[in-house]
């Protein structure tokens, strides 16, 4: 399962060792082997329920959560059927996440359930309270993506027009919001290395199906390791913030109109009368 360049250095390493008698080469390249850093940390107990899981997809955002979607997507696992692609984003499951709607949510997911075996969401901050949104649904389990603060940051920077020391502040604090609520997660969990996953893609593709309960096909593991790509064209258009409006002025002086912003973040309409937003 090692990835053929890891395999080519072990190899290398190991010319310089002295075989013991029995020229045990095959035993000390599977302890240089085991001590590789993929990037890959699975916790908790497996919840088995005969073949069927519902994937949530969490973590601070800008960390390669829609990388993972986008593998998963790719293995055929359902992630709604409301989202933009590029960032595949349920915007369903996403409102009754933040509208702290169980009711809602319980709806979605019988549907879900009743459709699929194994289906999933993304949504970024659902971290913030996990343990109650994951009580709502079917055999949870979660993927956490894990990145370099700096790079979410320069992300935000670029993208959303932060200024980009506070958006490296504000991934460091979430980065440590993350870990805290791994301590007090009752699922079982999946946290991935977004750096190692683009470094060794089949590696983590294969582990992440294994981890949902799908068989790791080396066809299906080819096809989920060519969307690993670091900011794909689509997701950088998603990801853009952008505004659509009208403002006007009347002879008087008085300003009047609208401005949309297709960033979640904010609110979807802004009124604006005179120097104040209503």
Not at 124 to 141: F, G, I
Request: charged fraction near 20%; proline fraction near 5%.
């Amino acid at each position: 399962g090692c990835a053929p360049a890891c395999q080519t250095a072990c190899r290398l390493a190991l010319t310089d060792l002295t075989l013991d008698s029995s020229g045990s080469y095959d035993a000390r390249m599977n302890e240089l082997l085991d001590l590789r850093n993929t990037g890959l940390f699975r916790m908790g107990t497996d919840n088995g329920q005969g073949g069927v899981a519902t994937i949530a997809i969490a973590g601070v955002p800008r960390s390669g959560t829609s990388m993972i979607a986008a593998i998963l997507h790719e293995a055929g696992v359902y992630l709604g059927g409301n989202f933009e692609p590029g960032v595949f984003e349920d915007r369903d499951i996403a409102d009754a996440i933040e509208a702290d709607d169980p009711a809602r949510l319980r709806e979605i997911a019988s549907r879900n359930n009743a459709a699929h075996r194994i289906w999933g969401f993304k949504r970024p901050k659902s971290y913030a309270r996990l343990n109650d949104v994951l009580a709502e649904l079917r055999a949870p389990r979660v993927v956490i993506t894990m990145r370099d603060p700096v790079a979410i940051a320069m992300r935000n920077s670029i993208s959303t027009y932060k200024d980009t020391l506070d958006s490296i502040r504000f991934a460091a604090k979430s980065t440590l919001e993350v870990a805290r609520m791994l301590e007090a997660l009752n699922y079982p969990a999946l946290v991935l290395s977004y750096e190692k996953a683009i470094a060794n893609p089949e590696g983590t593709c294969a582990a992440l199906l294994t981890f949902i309960g799908m068989p790791a096909d080396a066809a299906l593991v080819a096809r989920m390791a060519a969307r690993i790509q670091n900011a794909p064209a689509a997701y950088l258009k998603a990801t853009l913030l952008r505004y659509d409006g009208e403002i006007s002025i009347s002879p008087d002086g008085a300003i009047a109109g609208w401005i949309m912003s297709n960033n979640s973040e904010f609110p979807p309409v802004d009124l604006v009368r005179g120097a104040e937003t209503v």
